[in-house]
T-cell receptor, first 112, second 117 residues
Framework: KNQVEQSPQSLIILEGKNCTLQ??????????LRWYKQDTGRGPVSLTIMTFSENTKSNGRYTATLDADTKQSSLHITASQLSDSASYIC???????????FGAGTTVTVRA | SQTIHQWPATLVQPVGSPLSLECTVEGTSNPNLYWYRQAAGRGLQLLFYSIGIDQISSEVPQNLSASRPQDRQFILSSKKLLLSDSGFYLC????????????????FGSGTRLTVV
């Protein structure tokens, strides 16, 4: 069964600090992995997309890594801002199906 | 550029009443379309997906149905809502595999918060 596990479930950080979110998956065969940011009550917005051959991708202060061998990904937030408070969702797409596998998300709270 | 519109943003409906949520996509043709439901603290659950007009697959047996009357329009419906239908519903679209790059792009609508009372 294709699964995506995210950790931690939630975290609180001070403004200006860095944090790293983890995503482990069992989806196979693998096509791509995406990180989304979801503000409360809104739809998820894509931050990064990585295919099998990519092991790092940045979008401003967000940097995602992918280790396709160990089936692990991380999302690093640098110099956090209050606006980074949101849920971050890891989504993995198989290469043989339309259906995506979603993690439950990590809720990040940035405090001043 | 492509855009996705989903409405309404919030909805409060009594038990037993009908439901119609609408989603439209602009700026692309023959998109794959999806309806998801998100429960608090849980991952998104795929409800329906469509690869073309009148081609709809249901993932979870339930009180809901979906229709695709036009290429870029996807509707989620119910004849009689249940309390358990409450939740956050998301529409999404992606390019079709026939366009050569598989399920690469995947964009969500802004969501509908449905409360059944």
């Amino acid at each position: 069964k294709n699964q995506v596990e995210q950790s931690p479930q939630s975290l609180i950080i001070l403004e200006g600090k860095n944090c790293t979110l983890q995503c482990n998956y069992t989806v196979s065969p693998f096509s791509n992995l995406r990180w989304y940011k979801q503000d409360t009550g809104r739809g998820p917005v894509s931050l990064t997309i990585m295919t099998f051959s990519e092991n790092t991708k940045s979008n401003g202060r967000y940097t995602a890594t992918l280790d396709a061998d160990t089936k692990q990904s991380s999302l690093h937030i640098t110099a956090s801002q209050l606006s980074d408070s949101a849920s971050y969702i890891c989504v993995v797409s198989p290469s043989n199906d339309y259906k995506l596998s979603f993690g439950a998300g990590t809720t990040v709270t940035v405090r001043a | 550029s492509q855009t996705i519109h989903q409405w309404p943003a919030t909805l409060v409906q009594p038990v037993g009443s009908p439901l119609s949520l609408e989603c439209t996509v602009e700026g692309t043709s023959n998109p794959n379309l999806y309806w998801y439901r998100q429960a608090a603290g849980r991952g998104l659950q795929l409800l329906f997906y469509s690869i073309g007009i009148d081609q709809i697959s249901s993932e979870v047996p339930q009180n809901l149905s979906a229709s695709r009357p036009q290429d870029r329009q996807f509707i989620l419906s119910s004849k009689k809502l249940l309390l358990s239908d409450s939740g956050f519903y998301l529409c999404a679209w992606s390019v079709s595999r026939g366009q050569g790059i598989g399920n690469y792009g995947y964009t969500f609508g802004s969501g509908t918060r449905l409360t059944v009372v």
